[in-house]
């Protein structure tokens, strides 16, 4: 069964900062966009940041630019999220996800990722 895991989230303060990571156990990460969504408390499921296959096209959400990177490690099969300045509003439930795709390109919609995590929570407070 194809699955993505998400590494452990975590309470930070504000300003602080936190990285996540995505693995894909048992299979091959190469040809998969990844992307990492959250999801708030009453809030719909906002896209945070997406890498294509080779990692040389990435897109950010409005919120996070030049506070998030996202990057991936093809060897290691892993995709990254390093996240700084977080603020409060930056608690979520975050996933990764993904879908193979020929293009090298990346997307922050949701409807074409059919791999999901189970998300990890982040809370930001002090």
């Known amino acids: 069964q194809l699955q993505l895991v998400e590494s452990a989230g975590g309470l930070v303060q504000p300003g602080g900062s936190l990285n996540l990571s995505c693995a894909a156990p048992?299979?091959?990460?190469?040809?998969?966009?990844i992307g990492w969504f959250r999801q708030a408390p009453g809030k719909e499921r906002e896209g945070v940041s997406c890498?294509?296959?080779?990692?040389?096209?990435?897109n950010y959400g409005d919120s996070v630019v030049g506070r998030f990177t996202i990057s991936r490690d093809n060897a290691k099969n892993t995709v990254y999220l390093q996240m700084t300045g977080l603020k409060p509003e930056d608690t979520a439930v975050y996933y990764c996800?993904?879908?193979?795709?020929?293009?090298?390109?990346?997307?922050?919609?949701?409807?074409?990722?059919?791999?999901w995590g189970q998300g990890t929570q982040v809370t930001v407070s002090s």
């Open positions: 996800a993904g879908f193979s795709f020929q293009h090298d390109v990346c997307t922050l919609i949701t409807s074409p990722y059919s791999l």
């Open positions: 048992g299979f091959n990460l190469d040809h998969y966009v």
């Open positions: 890498i294509s296959y080779s990692g040389d096209r990435v």
